[in-house]
Every structure is written in C-alpha cells, then in structure tokens.
C-alpha cells in the first residue's frame, strides 16, 4: 500500500489546500477523513475536469465578491458625517459620540454600516474633525470623516 497518495480536494481543508487543489496526503489521512467526509476525491482524469468547471465557476464567484466589497469600500473612502454635540469652551464633549452614532449617521445618508463595523480606539470626546474605520470585510477597511461642531449655546 502506498504511504502517500494524491487526491483532488472538493472542498477547502485548513492547512491542506483548497477546493480543486491535487494534494499528496497519507493513505490514512485520505482514507480515514478525507473520502469519508466527502472532502476529496481520487485524482483521476474525470474528476480533474468536473473538479476544473467547479474551480472556475468558484473563481469567477469570488472575483464577483471581491468587486463587490472594492465597491463598498469605494464608496465608503473619503465620505464625512457631522454632529452637533454640546461642549464646553476648550472644545471638549460633556459626552461622547461612540459607534452607534457614527453608524446612524452613515445610515441616514444611505450608507448600509453597522455599529460593530465603527473602528474606535475610544469615543470621540473633542470637538474637531476625526478619521474613523469602518470595516467591509476581512482586511478591507475605509476610512472616513467624523466632524463634531459644539452646539450653539
């Protein structure tokens, strides 16, 4: 019996590869928990080319996904919000503007963000302009503008 095989993986398996990948594994491995679990298939002719049409169509999905979040990102990059706050005369807040707000604010522009996508190291507690995260998704960040004026008293 062979110590090593090679087998097509039909889905993507941490620290193995990913889905349409031809991988060497131990017989074991291939015959305890890959085939078993339907994660792999024997690396032959015919399921290298239903293998090659899934991967393409796979690709072609992410493509369309990774477009897609540029776009929010696009959008989002660059845009300003703006809140009044009351503050006293240094210019600090008596309160704060934190996530929840920022995403309001976002949201009442059209701007389809919740608060737990809000990056604050700490509530904005001064008055002035502040550059905020927001996340999309995995390592895609925008960032955007937060003014806080202090109300007219």
Known sequence: MARNV?????????????????????????????????LAVEANEDNKRVMARRRARLDAEEAARTADLAARVAALQGASVKTIE??????????????????????????KVEEKDVRLEA????????????????????????VVEAAAS
């Not at 009351?86 to 996530?99: I, K, M, P, T």
């Not at 002035?128 to 960040?141: C, F, L, P, Q, S």
């Open 6 to 38: 090679e087998v097509l993986l039909r889905e993507s398996v941490a620290n193995v590869g990913k889905v349409g990948d031809i991988v060497k594994v131990s017989s074991g491995y291939a015959r305890n928990f890959l085939l078993p679990r339907k």
């Open 86 to 111: 009351r503050a006293d005369e240094g210019g600090h807040l008596y309160g704060s503007v934190n996530a929840g707000q920022i995403a309001e604010l976002l949201q009442k522009q059209g701007r």
């Open 123 to 146: 509530p904005i507690k001064s008055v002035g302009t502040h550059a905020v995260r927001i996340h999309v998704h995995g390592d895609m960040e925008a960032t955007i503008q937060v």
